[in-house]
């Protein structure tokens, strides 16, 4: 196996880690304003992910880097071509972490609902646009014979992907629902496996549509195993949060998600940016760095990438714990009129 194939599949393993994790951090950030009935609430499903979210993230950061070095063609068409889709994501994030380490600071409730408000925009819009970005990339795009995208935003939201988008919004805010029953105590704990289990078949649904789809229109016939395997982990999600056991119900989510990825990825490869005329597209060939910087990426990455994730791991097996509405203390947080001059808005 030459370095090009290598750095594919370690790219596509840095994706599955960031949609694994992230996703359930999108998911809670939906649920927000469904299971948050309280402000206590709504603070307990924060927690959740609170000392997780921002490595999580690092996955996301790791997978663009690998992609500007392992292959600069790819990320030179990308980022250009999707544009927008991923200025609105990245506006997303950006929202989300602001709001969620700036919503304990002041403690009113109109400042927390503008926060709680932050953190919903920047969960819906990812969760939906990674899907709608993905499914553009198994389905192909329109690449002129310099392999620059010309098809402008619209033509990104043809059906097949917005579908996509449906099922990445779906899976995300199921992976949320179950991480939450497994992460919480108390009536939290049971309001989100109730809605998981309201949820998996749903989802089951509207992935299984999309995987059929993207199989028979634009995948290779090994990938039939992978939406086999996809659908046996939703059929036992279907099961597993019926009978409320959300450890299991969290491995086959995650499973579903990895499938998908697998499923993404398999259809693409060995393009990296398939386009509508084959003569245009992008693959592992045309689009890679050297060997030599190929190289020196494996060796760094054989040796860091082990660290991180011992160190990652390590994170959340500290944090292993349920939360519940018990363990939040009181709002210790200033109010305007403490950090306001007491003569503010006199007259001199």
């Keep these: 196996m030459d370095l090009p194939v290598i750095w594919f599949l370690l790219i596509a393993v840095l994706w599955t880690g960031y949609l694994v994790l992230e996703g359930f951090d999108f998911g809670v950030g939906m649920l927000l304003p469904i299971l948050g009935r309280e402000d206590k609430d709504r603070r307990v499903m924060i927690n959740t992910i609170g000392p997780v979210w921002d490595g999580n993230e690092v996955w996301l950061i790791t997978a663009g880097a690998a992609i500007f070095a392992a292959f600069p063609e790819w990320y030179a068409t990308l980022f250009s071509g999707f544009y927008l889709p991923l200025l609105l994501i990245l506006v997303g994030l950006i929202f989300r972490v602001v709001s969620i380490e700036w919503r304990g600071k002041i403690n009113t409730d109109r400042w927390r609902r503008w926060t709680d408000r932050g953190i919903m925009a920047g969960s819906y819009l990812p969760?939906?646009?990674?899907?709608?970005?993905?499914?553009?990339?198994?389905?192909?795009?329109?690449?002129?014979?310099?392999?620059?995208?010309?098809?402008?935003?619209?033509?990104?939201?043809?059906?097949?992907?917005?579908?996509?988008?449906?099922?990445?919004f779906g899976l995300f805010l199921l992976h949320g629902a179950i991480f939450l029953s497994l992460k919480t105590g108390g009536e939290?704990?049971?309001?989100?496996?109730?809605?998981?289990?309201?949820?998996?078949?749903?989802?089951?649904?509207?992935?299984?549509?999309?995987?059929?789809?993207?199989?028979?229109?634009?995948?290779?016939?090994?990938?039939?195993?992978?939406?086999?395997?996809?659908?046996?982990?939703?059929?036992?999600?279907?099961?597993?949060?019926?009978?409320?056991?959300?450890?299991?119900?969290?491995?086959?989510?995650?499973?579903?998600?990895?499938?998908?990825?697998?499923?993404?990825?398999?259809?693409?490869?060995?393009?990296?940016?398939?386009?509508?005329?084959?003569?245009?597209?992008?693959?592992?060939?045309?689009?890679?760095?050297?060997?030599?910087?190929?190289?020196?990426?494996?060796?760094?990455?054989?040796?860091?990438?082990?660290?991180?994730?011992?160190?990652?791991?390590?994170?959340?097996?500290?944090?292993?714990?349920?939360?519940?509405?018990?363990?939040?203390?009181?709002?210790?947080?200033?109010?305007?009129?403490?950090?306001?001059?007491?003569?503010?808005?006199?007259?001199?």
């Design 127 to 168: 969760a939906v646009l990674w899907g709608v970005a993905f499914a553009n990339l198994v389905r192909g795009v329109e690449l002129d014979a310099n392999h620059q995208y010309v098809g402008g935003f619209f033509a990104l939201l043809n059906p097949f992907a917005l579908l996509g988008g449906a099922v990445t």
């Design 188 to 348: 939290m704990r049971e309001r989100s496996g109730a809605l998981a289990e309201r949820l998996a078949p749903v989802v089951l649904v509207v992935t299984a549509a999309w995987a059929i789809w993207a199989q028979i229109a634009y995948s290779v016939a090994w990938t039939w195993a992978v939406v086999a395997v996809a659908a046996v982990a939703l059929v036992l999600v279907v099961l597993t949060t019926r009978a409320r056991r959300e450890g299991w119900a969290f491995v086959w989510s995650a499973v579903v998600i990895v499938a998908a990825v697998v499923l993404i990825f398999g259809s693409m490869f060995p393009d990296v940016m398939p386009a509508f005329d084959p003569a245009n597209s992008l693959d592992i060939r045309n689009a890679s760095s050297t060997d030599y910087t190929l190289t020196i990426m494996t060796w760094v990455a054989g040796i860091l990438v082990p660290v991180v994730l011992l160190y990652q791991g390590w994170t959340y097996w500290v944090f292993r714990k349920r939360i519940s509405a018990e363990h939040i203390p009181e709002h210790a947080g200033l109010t305007f009129s403490d950090v306001l001059p007491s003569n503010a808005g006199t007259q001199r």
